[in-house]
Nanobody
Framework: QVQLVESGGGLVQAGGSLRLSCAAS????????MGWFRQAPGKEREFVAA????????YYADSVKGRFSISRDNAVNTMYLQMNSLKPDDTAVYYC??????????????????WGRGTQVTVSS
C-alpha cells in the first residue's frame, strides 16, 4: 500500500504564493507517475501537474503553465507544488496522486491508483 499526505494549503490573496507538499510512504514502484489534481465545488477533478519516473520532464495544465512548478525530493519521498501568481479560479481542494504504471497518461485521473485526502487552497480576490 501507499500513503500520500498533502499539506501546505491555506487562504491567500490573489497574486500570492503557496507551496504544497505531498509526503509518500509505503511500497515503491520501478515505474510510476506522480501528479497533482484539483477539484473546485461543483466541478470535475482536473489535472494540474505531473512528472514521470523516468527523466526530468514535467507536465502542466495550460491553466497553470508558467505559474505553478512541480518538483520532488527523493531523499525524503516528498513531492511539491509551488504555486505563484495565484488567482481566485485556483481555489480548490488539491490532491496528490500516484500512478504505479508507466505514467503514459499522466493527465488522466483514472490512471492513478493512490490518492491523498487533499488540502484546501482558497484564493481571495
Amino acid at each position: 500500500q501507499v500513503q500520500l499526505v498533502e499539506s501546505g494549503g491555506g487562504l491567500v490573496q490573489a497574486g500570492g504564493s503557496l507551496r504544497l507538499s505531498c509526503a509518500a510512504s509505503g511500497r515503491t514502484f520501478s515505474s510510476y507517475a506522480m501528479g497533482w489534481f484539483r477539484q473546485a465545488p461543483g466541478k470535475e477533478r482536473e489535472f494540474v501537474a505531473a512528472f514521470r519516473w523516468s527523466g526530468s520532464r514535467t507536465y502542466y495544465a495550460d491553466s497553470v503553465k508558467g505559474r505553478f512548478s512541480i518538483s520532488r525530493d527523493n531523499a525524503v519521498n516528498t513531492m511539491y507544488l509551488q504555486m505563484n501568481s495565484l488567482k481566485p479560479d485556483d481555489t480548490a481542494v488539491y490532491y496528490c496522486a500516484l500512478d504505479p504504471g508507466s505514467g503514459s497518461y499522466y493527465w488522466v485521473k483514472d490512471e492513478y491508483d493512490y490518492w491523498g485526502r487533499g488540502t484546501q487552497v482558497t484564493v481571495s480576490s
